[in-house]
C-alpha cells in the first residue's frame, strides 16, 4: 500500500470556494481604458501559496491579465530597496487617505498621501533606477524584479498600455501636480508612460501567489529561494497595504477581512498572511471602490473559514508534523501546537510525501493546543484519504480536542485512549 497516491484535498476547496461565488455577477469590469472594457467578464481563478513554495490553485489559473495597481506594492518594495526608506518616506507619505485610487491629492508637506494610489505610486515609480534613467530602462528594471518574484519572465501589454494612454488625463493631471510641487523630474508624460507601463505587466494567479507569497515569506521568493527583499521592506510594505491597499474600502476590508491585500482594475486581489501564505484571485467584474466583486467574496470566505485574520487571537502554528514513526506496523503520526490552516496544510503534506507502510495509522492529538474548525475539516479529510488508500486510522485524543470523530462520508474512525493501548 503506498500513500503517495493519496490525492490534496486542498485544491478541491479552493474549487468548492470558486463554485460558491461563480453565480454572482454584480459589478461592471472597468471600462475607462478601452482594452480593459473589452476584457471577458467571466474567468473565475483562486491560487494560494506557502512560504514553504507549495502553490494550490483553482479554475482559469493560467489566464493572464495585466497586474494594474496590484504592480504598486512591489514597486514600492523595490524603491524601498533602491533608495532606502528615508528617501522614499521624503517622497510619499504612508497615510491612508479614504480617497479614490485616482485623486488629486497631497498631505501637508506636498507628499502622496501614500504609494498605494496613484499619485504616491507615480512619484514612486519615478524613483526607480534614478530619476534620471530613460523609461525604457526604469521599466525595464521593473519588469526583470517582478519577473524574479514571479520566478518567471514576465512580459508587458503594450497594446494595453497605448489604450490607457489615449484617455490618461486623469493620471497626467497627477504627473503635472507631481512636478509642479517638485515631487517629480520627469517630464509628466513621461513619467504616466513609465507607471502605466508598470500597470500592464502580465500574470497569472499562479505567478502573483507566488510574488505575494515572497512579501510573506520575509522577502524569500519560496520557489527559488532566493532572498529578494529586505525583511524590514517586506514589513513596511506589507503596512501600507493594510492600511491603504483597497482603496476607500480599507477600513472595512482590514475589519471584515483582516489581511494586507491590493486589488487592480483588471480584476486581480492579493492578501498576504505574513509567515504563512500569499493568496490571489481573479474576476474582471469590479464593485463602485474598484475591488473585485467574486475576489472580495472569496476573500470574506478564506478568512473566515482559514481564520486568517490578522487581529485574530487564536496563536499561529508552523511546524505542525511533530514525527511520523513506524514500529510493528503502526504508523503514529503526532502532531502538535495550534491547529490552523498552515497547520493543516502542513499535515496533508507531510502524508502526502510519507510512504506509509504496514497495517494501521495512529494519529496523536495529545500536544495539540487549539484545533481551528478549517484544520479539523483538513485532518479528518487527510485520515479518511490514508483509510480510503487501505490502512486501518485511529486517533489518539486524550484532551478531546477533536468533538467528534465523523468522516465526511458519514463513517466513524476508531478512538484510543493512548497510543500504549495499541
Ligand atoms: N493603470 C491604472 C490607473 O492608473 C491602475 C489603476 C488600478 O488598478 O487601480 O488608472
Redesign the pocket.
Known sequence: MCANKLTMPIPEYLSEILESVRANTAGEVAN??PELKKADPNPLAIAICTVDGRIYSAGDDEVEFTM???SKPFAYALALQECGADQVFDTVAVEPSGEA??ELSLDGSNRPMNPMI?AGAIAINQLINGSDSSVEDRVEKIRKYFSELAGRELMIDRRLTES?LVGAD??LSIAHMLRNYGVIDDDAHDAVLS??LQ?AIKITVRDLAVMTATLAAGGVQPITGKKLIDTKVCRLTLSVMASAGMYNEAGQWLSTVGIPAK????GGLIGILPGQLGISTFSPRLNAQ?NSVRGVEIFKTLSDDMGLHLMSTEPVAVHAVRTITEKDGVTTIRLQGAMNFSAGENFLHEIQQHQFEGEMVVLDLSRVITLHPMAMRMIKEGLKRIRDAGFKVAIVDPDNVLPNFTFSDGTLCAQLASERDL
Open positions: 475607462y481604458i494594474q495597481s496590484i485610487f485616482n496613484n490607457e486623469r493620471n507607471y502605466t500597470c486589488s487592480g482594475v483588471a474598484g
